[in-house]
C-alpha cells in the first residue's frame, strides 16, 4: 500500500478560482450575476440556429484569446481550449501559487469534459471528406487529455495529470478527484475544472431528445421547457492547507470530501426517485464526517427538464433526509445554461463565492411552483444566509452522479480519516485480437505469437468475435461496440472473481472505466448526417451513446455496479488511469470492490487519424522498431478488492496492487520527453509508494510499441532506475498492438495470469512494474506484487 496512503489526510482548501461563462469572462462576472439573477440565456450569434427548437444558448460572447498559447496550426484555435486557459489563468495568478510554494512535480491538474475537442474533430472530418488535407495538428487538440497536458504545460505542471469524462458531472468529478490527490498526498496543489463549448452537432443532440427549451431555461418550475445549452469553463487551484497558510496564500474555502455514484438506470433518464444520487450525496457526507443538517446551501443540478428535476428533488431529500426541508436551493443553469463538462466546476465556483459572501444566488426565470419539485429553491432573489456548509450536486448522462461538500475556512473539524486497507486484484477477462477469454490472450503472448495483421499497408489488430456468446441482440441493440466489450469484459471479470452482485452488495461495488478514444463509432454514426442533412437527420437513439462515458452507465445497467462511478480518459494511459482511480477509492473504502474497465475500438476514421500523425506502422513491428505501431482494440476488466472483503468470503486471489506514480513531461510543445525523465520519476514513485527496491523487481512490462520517441524514452528511463542487465523487460503491445487506452490494463492482466498459472518463464514471480505512457507526455507506472 503506498505509504502516503498510511499518513493522516490533508486537509485541502480552495486558493483560486477562474471563470469564463456568458456572465462575462472572469469567476467575478460570473459571480455578480449569478448573485443578480441576471439571465445571460440570449440568442447564440457564434452558430446557425436553424433547425432546432430553441434559438438561445448560454453564449460566450468574449471571445479573447488567453495569454498562453498552445500547440496548434496557426490559422485555427480550439473554443474549448482558449475558454479552459483563460479561467487557468485568472485562477493560477489569483491563487498566489509560484514554484518557489509548490514545486512543478508536486502539481498535479484534473480537467473534466464532456466534449473536449469536438469542434477541432468536426473541422478535421469534415475537411478530410471534402477531399482536403487538413493540419495534423488539429488531432492533437482532439481528446480529454491533450486538454489536460495543453494546460499542464502552460503552467509548468509535473506533478499527476488526469482527464475526466463523465459528461454533465465531469467539472465536479474532477475537483473532487483533484482534492484526493491533495488529501492522499500526491500533490501539493492541483489546478482542476471544466471546459466544453457549444457546436452544431450537440444542439443537433439534444434536439433531437427533444430537451431544448425555447426559452430560457426554468428550473423546477411547473412550466419549464427544458434545457438551455451553455459554454464556457471554470477553474480552480486547489492546495495543501498548511502550505497556503504558510505562504499567505488566499483561502476561499475548504473542500470537505466529494461522493461519486452510479444510477444504473438508464442512458440519459435518471432514478426517478433519486436514490442512485442520494448514493453520492450520503458517500460525500460520510467522508466529510459531515451531518445532513450542516448543509444549508445546495447548488443543484437544476436543468430545468422534465424528468431530472424532479429526480433531483427526490435524490435531495433522500440524501439530507429532512434536513432537506430547511436546506436553500438553487440552479445556476437558469442563468448561464447548462456547460455540460464545465457545469460542476463553474457551480463549485458559484458555490464557494455563496459561503464566502453568505448570500444564496436565485433560480431565475422561475413562475409557478411544481408540486414534485417542493423544496426551497430561492426563486428569482438572492437571499442572505448564514452556513458555514454547502454542496455543489451535478448528475448527468449514464447516470454518473458527483457531489462535492465545501465549507467555510476554518468552521469544521478535519475530514476522518478513512479505515484503509491492502488491495487485491481478484478477477480479471481480457477481450483482444486473440480472442474473447483470457486464455485466448495469455496463450498468444506465451507463444510469441502476434494476432494483428495488414489492411491496406497498416498493421491492424481487431477484437472479432461472436457478442451473440455473451449478450443477447436486444441487449446490444442501442450499444456501440465500446458499451458492449465494456460490458462483456465486466461479466466475465466478475465471474472470473465469483463475485456476484446482489441488492446487499451492488451499491459497494463501482466501476471505473478508461479510454483513449472514446465512442468514435457512435460519434461518427452520429455526426455524419448531421454534418450532411442538418439537424433533422440526428438520431435520438445514438446521441446518449456519443459521450465517453455511456459505456460506463452500461456496464452499471448491464452487471448491477452502482458504487462509485466514472470514465477517465488519460490518452494511451487510460487503463492504467483507471486502475489507479480504483485502487484510491477502494483503499480509503468508498467500495469494497471496484471494475476496472479499459476499452478501446477501432473505426476507419481513428485509422486514418492515426495515419496522418504518422504514428500506424506500415507491417506488423518488432521489439526495436522505430516504423510506429499496430494499432488495436481490446475491452480488458480487473476486480480491484479490499483485501478484507476478499478474505471474508474467500475469494481467490491473482496478486496484489502496491502503489503507483503518476506524473507528466512538461513540454510545452505537447511531446514526450526523450529523456524520459518522466516516466523515470513515475516509475521512482510507484517503488517508493510501494515500499520496494529496484533490486527487487522481476520485470518490467513496458509499454513499448514501435513508437520511437517513446520507446526511447522508456529505455532510457529503465536503464536509470534499474541500471540492471538482467532485468526482464516484457513488451506484449509487439503481439496484441498498440489498444490505445487499453494497453496497460492488459499488461496488468497479463502479469497476474502468468502467476495464477505458474509460468515464471513467461511473467516473472515477484515485485513488478507495469508503464504506461500517453502522446502527450503523461506516464503512470503501477507496482504488482504477489500476496504475501
Known amino acids: 500500500m503506498q505509504s502516503t ?143 489536460a497536458e495543453t494546460l499542464s504545460s502552460a503552467f509548468d505542471i509535473k506533478g499527476p495529470v488526469l482527464s475526466v469524462n463523465t459528461a454533465c458531472a465531469a467539472g465536479a468529478n474532477a475537483i473532487g478527484y483533484a482534492a484526493e490527490l491533495v488529501r492522499t498526498g500526491q500533490a501539493d496543489a492541483v489546478l482542476t475544472g471544466g471546459s466544453d463549448a457549444l457546436s452544431d452537432v450537440l444542439f443537433a443532440g439534444f434536439n433531437s431528445l427533444e430537451s431544448l427549451s425555447p426559452e430560457p431555461a426554468a428550473p423546477y418550475s411547473k412550466d419549464r421547457q427544458g434545457l438551455s445549452l451553455g459554454e464556457g469553463s471554470g477553474m480552480l487551484v486547489l492546495v495543501r492547507e498548511d502550505i497556503a497558510r504558510e505562504a499567505g496564500l488566499p483561502i476561499l474555502a475548504e473542500v470537505m470530501s466529494y461522493g461519486l455514484s452510479a444510477d444504473g438506470y438508464h442512458a440519459t433518464a435518471p432514478l426517478p426517485d433519486g436514490t442512485g444520487a442520494a448514493r453520492a450525496i450520503k458517500a460525500a457526507l460520510a467522508a466529510a464526517g459531515i451531518q445532513a443538517e450542516d448543509v444549508r446551501y445546495v447548488n443543484s443540478h437544476g436543468t430545468g427538464t422534465a424528468k431530472n428535476d424532479p429526480a433531483e428533488t427526490n435524490a435531495t431529500k433522500v ?45 431565475a426565470n422561475f413562475t409557478e411552483p411544481d408540486p414534485e419539485c417542493d423544496l426551497d429553491y430561492t426563486p428569482n432573489v438572492a437571499r442572505p444566509l448564514e452556513m458555514d456548509v454547502a454542496m455543489s450536486n451535478n448528475f448527468a448522462f449514464g447516470g454518473a452522479n458527483a457531489v462535492v461538500i465545501h465549507a467555510r475556512p476554518g468552521t469544521q473539524e478535519a475530514p476522518p480519516a478513512p479505515a484503509l486497507d491492502r488491495i487485491v486484484v481478484t478477477g480479471l477477462a481480457a477481450l483482444t485480437p486473440a480472442g474473447a477469454q483470457l486464455d485466448d490472450a495469455w496463450s498468444a503472448f506465451a507463444e510469441g505469437r502476434a494476432v494483428v495483421g495488414d489492411e491496406g499497408g ?158 500506424v506502422a506500415p507491417s506488423i513491428p518488432k521489439p526495436g522498431s522505430s516504423s510506429g505501431f499496430a494499432l488495436s482494440e481490446a475491452g480488458v476488466a480487473i476486480v480491484v478488492e479490499r483485501l478484507s472483503a476478499a478474505q471474508a468470503r474467500g475469494a481467490s486471489i491473482y496478486g496484489e496492487i502496491l502503489g503507483y506514480g503518476i506524473t507528466f513531461d512538461g513540454r510545452k510543445d505537447g511531446r514526450i520527453d526523450t529523456d524520459g525523465g518522466g516516466l523515470e520519476r513515475a516509475m521512482q514513485l510507484a517503488l517508493d509508494r510501494a515500499g520496494v527496491k529496484a533490486a527487487d523487481v522481476a520485470a518490467v512490462w513496458a509499454s513499448a510499441c514501435g513508437h520511437s520517441v517513446a520507446d526511447g524514452a522508456e529505455r532510457a528511463a529503465i536503464s536509470r532506475v534499474f541500471g540492471r542487465d538482467d532485468l526482464v523487460v516484457l513488451t506484449p503491445k509487439f503481439l496484441f498492438g498498440e489498444p490505445l487506452g487499453a494497453g496497460g490494463a492488459l499488461s496488468v492482466a497479463l502479469a497476474l495470469t502468468g502467476w495464477r498459472r505458474g509460468d515464471a518463464e513467461h511473467s516473472p514471480t515477484g515485485p513488478v512494474v507495469v508503464n504506461s505512457m500517453s502522446l502527450g507526455g503523461t506516464n503512470i507506472s503501477i507496482v504488482l506484487a504477489p500476496v504475501a
Open 5 to 147: 496512503q498510511n499518513q493522516s489526510p490533508r486537509r485541502v482548501v480552495v486558493a483560486g478560482v477562474g471563470a469564463v461563462t456568458a456572465l462575462g469572462p472572469t469567476a467575478a462576472d460570473l459571480w455578480e450575476g449569478a448573485v443578480a439573477g441576471r439571465v445571460a440565456i440570449t440568442e447564440v450569434e457564434h452558430w446557425p440556429m436553424d433547425g432546432y427548437r430553441t434559438r438561445l444558448g448560454g453564449e460566450v460572447k468574449d471571445t479573447t484569446p488567453p495569454k498562453n498559447d498552445y500547440p496548434r496550426p496557426s490559422d485555427y484555435r480550439d473554443p474549448v481550449m482558449d475558454f479552459a486557459m483563460r479561467a487557468a489563468e485568472e485562477a493560477y495568478a489569483a491563487s498566489g501559487v509560484t514554484p518557489e510554494i509548490v514545486a512543478p512535480e508536486r502539481f498535479g491538474a484534473v480537467v473534466g469534459t464532456c466534449n473536449a475537442g469536438l469542434i477541432t474533430a468536426a473541422k478535421w472530418f469534415a475537411d478530410r471528406r471534402a477531399g482536403e488535407s487538413p493540419d495534423p495538428a488539429l488531432l492533437a487538440l482532439v481528446t480529454p487529455q491533450a486538454l
Open 319 to 363: 440524501g439530507l433526509g429532512d434536513a432537506a426541508r430547511s436546506v436553500a436551493v438553487s440552479s445556476t443553469k437558469s442563468m448561464i445554461g447548462h456547460l455540460l463538462g464545465a457545469a460542476g466546476a463553474v457551480e463549485n465556483i458559484v458555490t464557494v463565492e455563496a459561503l464566502n459572501h453568505q448570500v444564496v444566488p436565485p433560480t
Open 458 to 615: 497498416a498493421a491492424i489488430g481487431r477484437a472479432d468475435f461472436d457478442i451473440t456468446e455473451f449478450m443477447t441482440r436486444k441487449e446490444t441493440r442501442r450499444m456501440d461496440r465500446l458499451g458492449v466489450f465494456s460490458v462483456i469484459a465486466s461479466k466475465l471479470a466478475l465471474g472470473d472473481a465469483a463475485l456476484e452482485l446482489t441488492d446487499d452488495n451492488r451499491a459497494r461495488v463501482g466501476a471505473i472505466v478508461g479510454s483513449g478514444v472514446g465512442p468514435m463509432e457512435s460519434m461518427e454514426n452520429f455526426s455524419i448526417p448531421v454534418l450532411d442533412e442538418g439537424a433533422g437527420a440526428a438520431n435520438p437513439a445514438v446521441f446518449p451513446n456519443t459521450v465517453y462515458n455511456a459505456a460506463g452507465g452500461q456496464v452499471a445497467m448491464h452487471v448491477g455496479a452502482v458504487g462509485p462511478a466514472s470514465t477517465v480518459t488519460t490518452g494511451h494511459a487510460a487503463g492504467a488511469s483507471a486502475v489507479c482511480y480504483c485502487y484510491d477509492l477502494a483503499a480509503s473504502n468508498q467500495a469494497d470492490a471496484m471494475l476496472a474497465v479499459a476499452t478501446d475500438t477501432i473505426t476507419d476514421t481513428v485509422v486514418d487519424a492515426f495515419r496522418d500523425l504518422g504514428l
